[in-house]
């Protein structure tokens, strides 16, 4: 009996393991990106199909900014587990649509990051307009509540409570209480 506690602590952990790390690049959540907009995504569906909502912090409006709808398909996690995925924006206060293309990776530290590029079509009255209604860019996200958004510079991973991050590099060895 006591021989056989380590060896099912340690089956515990060959189980355990591989599923907490297969999470990690799952859109399911809330992201923040370099510009300060917000998006949610819901459910990630078994084809990877989803849909969410986008705040964006910027715009080339003057009307007011809204939360506005989008939808995507993501590639399965457990084929590939730094993911492509695409999703299209219908801004609800604006004539225009934006689409974004990216790739989750796992930092160093094991914080995801979004990296995107993106495409936002403009709506023009004229077709003689059309070649100045397309617009291209990039955006980076990371998970709100993460490490990086309470400001640590690596990707810190120390998560919950009452940790705070530890500004070192590449990655902490230790969490701080406060
Ligand atoms: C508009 O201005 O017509 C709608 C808002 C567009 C916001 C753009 S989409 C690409 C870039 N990334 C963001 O988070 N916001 C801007």
């Not at 999470?23 to 370099?34: H, I």
């Amino acid at each position: 009996m006591v021989q056989a506690t380590p060896f099912l602590l340690l089956l515990s952990l060959a189980l355990v393991a591989p599923g907490l790390s297969a999470r990690k690049c799952v859109l399911t959540g809330r992201w923040f990106n370099d510009l300060g907009s917000n998006m949610t995504i819901y459910t990630v569906d078994e084809e990877g199909e989803f849909t969410g909502s986008y705040t964006t912090a910027v715009s080339d409006t003057a009307d007011k900014i809204q939360p506005s709808p989008l939808v995507g398909f993501q590639h399965s996690v457990t084929q590939n587990r730094q993911p492509t995925f695409g999703f299209t924006v219908k801004w609800t206060f604006s004539d225009s649509i934006t689409v974004f293309t990216g790739q989750c990776f796992v930092d160093e530290c094991g914080n995801e990051v979004l990296k995107t590029m993106w495409l936002m079509r403009s709506h023009v009255d004229n077709m003689k307009d059309d070649w100045k209604a397309t617009r291209v860019g990039n955006n980076t996200f990371f998970r709100l509540d993460s490490p990086k958004e309470r400001g640590c510079q690596h990707g810190v991973s120390c998560t919950g409570g009452r940790a705070r991050c530890v500004d070192t590099c590449p990655c902490p060895t230790t969490c701080f209480s406060q």
